[in-house]
């Protein structure tokens, strides 16, 4: 397994990354086919991101195979530019082993260098894997988002998580 920061030239396997993770599992934010993003617009806003240091996504790749995620995108604004929000995907068949937790182990390092001071997350109340993997890395609950999300025709709870860099 190769924990590596994202370049441009990896856009398209993120977005057919994306469109798997959507596809296999309800974990994620977005319905199979629901995330509109060209190619061309994923390389910008990893070029855009570089730039200004203001997000970032690793990828885990076996072989030649992307087979996760982590992306961390900075506040915009003066009051939370050091928080870092966080979203992270796994191919099923990779879910288990490991890299959950180098993903994470690799964003969070880069936000230290980058001077972030907190990270944060939410998680759908029902994901036990993931919550096991943000508390074991740190991550406490700091509130529940009632009917945050709706999925497949039901109200879905999310937790707040955060850690503090």
């Not at 907190?118 to 919550?131: K, P, Q």
Request: glycine letters at 10%.
């Amino acid at each position: 397994m190769n924990i590596s920061k994202a370049k441009p030239d990896d856009a398209e396997a993120l977005v057919n990354l994306f469109n798997q993770l959507e596809d296999e599992t309800d974990f994620m934010l977005f319905e199979p086919g629901e995330r509109n993003i060209t190619v061309e617009e994923q390389a910008k806003k990893l070029e855009s991101w570089e730039a200004a240091s203001s997000g970032v996504v690793f990828i885990a790749s076996i072989g030649r195979e992307i087979v996760g995620f982590v992306v961390g995108v900075g506040g915009t604004a003066n009051r939370n530019r050091h928080s870092l929000h966080i979203a992270i995907g796994i191919l099923q068949a990779f879910c288990g082993q490991g890299i959950g937790a180098a993903l994470m182990q690799g964003l969070e390092s880069w936000a230290i260098e980058h001077s972030f001071h907190r990270l944060e997350l939410t998680v759908m109340a029902h994901n036990s894997r993931a919550i096991a993997l943000y508390k074991k890395r740190g991550f406490e609950e700091e509130g529940i988002k009632h009917h945050a999300l709706l999925v497949n025709g039901r109200y879905v709870n999310e937790f707040y998580m955060a850690k503090l860099v």
